[in-house]
Structure formats: structure tokens, C-alpha cells
């Protein structure tokens, strides 16, 4: 079964950056793609990037996260990671990588993957 593990969080202030790491392991190569998705109390996991590990195509929420996110892998590591940018507090989540199988069919839609890891609390405060 793959296990992913994400690490990275913390705290930091508005403006700052962090960069999270999501690593997997198990049979690896069955994973096609890895997000990252982020969860608030109260509301659902967001979708946040994507990446397909073979190819390394990238893809993102919005042009808002695209600005300041950047999404990349080290296949070799079967690390997955995001680079965060000029935070701001409306970033606070817990952050999550998922991984499929296959692609999804809405990249952005949660219930589309097989494989979870156990979240990273992201803090943006001063």
C-alpha cells in the first residue's frame, strides 16, 4: 500500500515562505499523479496543484496560488513538493498531498484519489 508523509509546515509570518515536502513510499510506481489540497475547520479540502510524476506536468487552482506556488518533484526521491510564497493568512490550512492511480477525473475534486497522507499545519501570522 503507498504511504504519503508530508512535512514542512509551521509557522510564519505574513510574506514568508515555506515549502512542503509530500514523500511516498510502498509500489510508487503506481501513482500517476500527487496534489496538494488544503482544509480549514468547518470546510472541505480545497484543491491547491497537481503534478504527474512521470511527466512532470504541473497544474494549479487559480492564478492566485499560481503567482505564489510552485509545484515540482524529485522522482527519484518520490517526493512531491510546494514551494510557498509571499503568504498570507488566508493561507492558514492544514495542507495534504493526495495521490491517484490514474488521473482524476476533476483533478480538484478529492473523492478522485486513492492515497492520503496525514496533513501539515501551515500557520500565517504575525
Known amino acids: 500500500q503507498v504511504q504519503l508523509i508530508e512535512s514542512g509546515g509551521g509557522l510564519v509570518q505574513p510574506g514568508g515562505s515555506l515549502k512542503l515536502s509530500c514523500t511516498a513510499s510502498?509500489?510508487?510506481?503506481?501513482?500517476?499523479?500527487i496534489s496538494w489540497f488544503r482544509q480549514v475547520p468547518g470546510q472541505e479540502r480545497a484543491y491547491v496543484a497537481a503534478?504527474?510524476?512521470?511527466?512532470?506536468?504541473?497544474?494549479y487552482a487559480d492564478d492566485s496560488v499560481h503567482g505564489r506556488f510552485t509545484i515540482s518533484r524529485d522522482s527519484a526521491k518520490s517526493t512531491v513538493f510546494l514551494q510557498m510564497n509571499n503568504l498570507t493568512p488566508e493561507d492558514t490550512a492544514v495542507y495534504y498531498c493526495?495521490?491517484?492511480?490514474?488521473?482524476?477525473?476533476?483533478?480538484?475534486?478529492?473523492?478522485?484519489?486513492?492515497?492520503w497522507g496525514q496533513g501539515t499545519q501551515v500557520t500565517v501570522s504575525s
Open positions: 493526495g495521490g491517484g492511480e490514474t488521473l482524476p477525473p476533476r483533478l480538484s475534486g478529492a473523492d478522485g484519489y486513492h492515497f
Open positions: 510502498g509500489p510508487t510506481s503506481s501513482i500517476f499523479v
Open positions: 503534478i504527474t510524476l512521470k511527466g512532470g506536468s504541473t497544474f
